[in-house]
């Protein structure tokens, strides 16, 4: 069995065991400490302060994941190809607030989100970007299945092309909808469903956006 190894803190109420395969937060105090704010600072702090070089790297890991897909973050960078042939990025999002969706084409549940919220997107056409990344293996397939009648300007991106999306992105199921602000930074993540009230969410950030332009 390896030594452990000892990563040295200011405060002895702040030290991080690490071995060959685990780590775990030694805490006397947990009412200090048993929060996700404290842990985070504790990571963060051994990215840059650690004594060796595994442990930073190990902490800069820990640190990532923590901290990717966080509300007030710009989500992962991706360059997908859209039904027309071109190329759309995250930075093509800035400038109105988006949905950005991830789902298939095969799948009943991603189809009737879709239908749901095209039962209320032209009403917000001007305001909002409706993003969805397909993973099918076939993507024209796909935009058979989701984009017929596509009135009103749905983006649809081949996500087939790319195995970092599901990581990137904590994909754990499908469909999934994130909703970013102007600056392409989450605002919620994920966002509810639109048959979980996505809508009253939409609503009220076009609400409180509108507020911070009247008092600009």
């Known amino acids: 069995v390896p030594p452990t ?3 040295t803190f200011p405060s002895d109420r ?3 065991a690490i071995s060959g ?4 937060i030694r805490c006397p105090d947990a009412t200090a400490q048993n929060t996700s704010e404290g842990i985070e600072s504790i990571f963060e702090w051994m990215s840059g302060n650690a004594d060796d070089e595994y442990n930073r790297q190990l902490a800069a890991l820990i640190t990532d994941k923590i901290n990717r897909l966080k ?8 360059r997908l190809m859209n039904s027309r042939g071109n190329i759309f990025t995250l930075d093509s999002l800035r400038g109105k607030l988006s949905i950005l ?13 879709l239908e749901l919220i095209k039962s209320w997107a032209g009403d917000y056409r001007d305001e909002i970007r409706f993003v969805m990344i397909m993973l099918d293996e076939d993507f024209n397939a796909s935009l058979d299945r989701v984009a017929n009648n596509n009135e009103h300007g749905f983006i649809f991106l081949d996500g087939s092309v790319s195995d970092r999306l599901l990581t990137d992105y904590n994909i754990r199921y499908l469909p999934v909808f994130y909703l970013l602000d102007r600056e392409t930074k989450l605002i919620r993540s994920p966002a509810p469903l639109p048959s979980e009230n996505l809508r009253n969410l939409v609503v009220k950030e076009l609400k409180d956006g509108l507020m911070d332009n009247i008092r600009d």
């Open 14 to 16: 702040h030290r991080l």
């Open 101 to 113: 969706g991830f789902g298939t084409g095969e799948l009943p549940g991603t189809r009737m989100e």
């Open 21 to 24: 395969e685990s780590a775990s």
């Open 71 to 78: 509300p007030g973050t710009i989500p992962p960078a991706f």
């Open 5 to 7: 190894k000892m990563a």
